[in-house]
């Protein structure tokens, strides 16, 4: 089956007691039984959930794996990963990581005894210099955010299958119509659903994905023991969301593509971040790994001042001024102040992160429109 049909029909099946299409919206805590020990296979709702069911079979086939374990948010499914480490294990990740990442990696998971080392990683060679009798797993995010950096998840698989490690993939930013890491010998696949999967900015959630049985039973294992589980509405909320994914990633790359080249020949911006372009220096992963580009990028301004971004980013009226992504109204948001304020100035600017560095995520309304609105900002 391909992706579009998977979208729609994998893990739902009309609901055998009514016949409603729609997988319904099992707002249970807990199940009744004829005799004990006696179900229909649900016993309690923190272990299992029929709405939840639906929604963890159906990412679990767009993503290409086998089970699909879902969480509260982004983070209570990265949080479910790192359980799978013990105190004295060490993590490789990519420096470039989403802050909410890095936070739970150093402000909480080092407090239990595991070791991280943040290293660049667009030469994933790299990775082998820090790899020793500890190390455990490979925790990568691309494209990056902001950067819009690409990391070779093949390259980075295969490092993880001569070292014996397990390779995590962050796939938020890509979402499944764009990339397929299990395909390219990643272990695990997490997602933010509240992003591209969700994609109507009014859910939060997370997955993990994966194609192996006993790292699906240890997660499951994690679900059930620590409790980050979805409720049932917001599982519906996914599901409904997952539907159109196709559909609207084609509008977020055709919009991408559009303002990307609008933005790269205005006179007032110095340079703009998106792996679409043939000269950014990893075009040649991301067209290998990814099957378009997107609606994610960043740019500078020629101007390169706080002021100068702050004009901007205040005079959108269709870009919204928000963190997060993925939804199909347009955001426009600043890194420097925003997302990434928590990492010191001199640090931001060492990695490439300037004061007028703005970040967008192209919806998929009228490309015209959006670009209308970019100009009118961008030339006040
Ligand atoms: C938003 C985000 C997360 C965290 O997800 P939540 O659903 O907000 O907890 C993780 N990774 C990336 C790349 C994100 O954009």
């Known amino acids: 089956m391909k992706l579009g049909t998977k979208l729609i029909h994998a893990g739902v099946a009309p609901d055998p007691s009514t016949g409603a299409i729609m997988t319904p919206i099992f707002q249970t805590s807990t199940y009744v039984q004829t005799a004990p020990g006696q179900h229909k296979g649900y016993e309690y709702a923190r272990t299992q959930n029929p709405t939840r069911d639906a929604l963890q079979d159906a990412l679990a086939a767009v993503e290409n794996g086998t089970h699909g374990i879902s969480f509260g948010s982004g983070l209570a499914a990265t949080d479910a990963v790192m359980k799978l480490l013990s ?3 060490e993590v490789i990740a990519s420096s470039d990581l989403y802050g909410g990442t890095y936070r739970i990696f150093t402000k909480v998971f080092e407090r239990y005894g595991i070791k991280f080392h943040f290293i ?5 060679q790299q990775i082998k210099a820090h ?13 990056t955010n902001p950067l819009l950096n690409i990391i070779d998840i093949a390259a980075c698989a295969q490092i993880a299958r001569q070292n014996n490690l397990l390779l995590c993939v962050d796939n938020t930013f890509a979402s499944p119509y764009l990339q397929n890491p299990l395909d390219l010998g990643a272990d695990i696949v997490v997602h933010s659903a509240t992003k591209y999967i969700g994609g109507h900015s009014d859910v939060v959630h997370g997955v993990v994905i994966v194609k192996q049985d006993d790292l699906a039973q240890q997660l499951y294992f994690i679900q059930n023991s620590c409790g980050a589980v979805p409720g049932p509405q917001d599982c519906f909320l996914v599901l409904r969301g997952l539907k159109t994914l ?5 509008r977020h790359c055709e919009n991408g593509v559009e ?3 609008f933005l790269r020949n205005h006179p007032k911006v110095e340079k703009v971040y998106w792996a679409g372009f043939e000269d950014h220096p990893n075009h040649d992963i991301a067209k290998k790994q990814m099957r378009g580009f997107g609606g994610m990028m960043s740019f500078t301004l020629k101007n390169d001042s706080l002021e100068a971004a702050n004009k901007v980013l205040s005079n959108t009226k269709l ?3 928000a963190e997060s992504l993925g939804g199909v109204e347009s955001l426009i948001g ?14 931001r600017i060492k990695n490439g992160l300037a004061d007028s560095l703005i970040r967008l995520s192209v919806g998929i309304e009228d490309a015209e429109d959006l670009i209308a609105d970019l100009k009118k900002a961008i030339e006040l």
Request: no cysteine; proline share 9%; aromatic share 4%.
């Open 246 to 250: 196709h559909v609207r990633m084609q």
């Open 120 to 124: 660049n990683m667009q030469d994933a």
């Open 131 to 143: 790899i020793n009798a500890n190390t455990k797993l490979i925790w990568i995010e691309t494209p």
């Open 319 to 321: 870009f919204s001024l």
């Open 87 to 89: 105190p004295g294990n």
């Open 259 to 261: 303002v990307a080249h």
């Open 334 to 347: 600043h890194p420097a102040s925003m997302t990434h304020a928590s990492i010191p100035r001199e640090e």
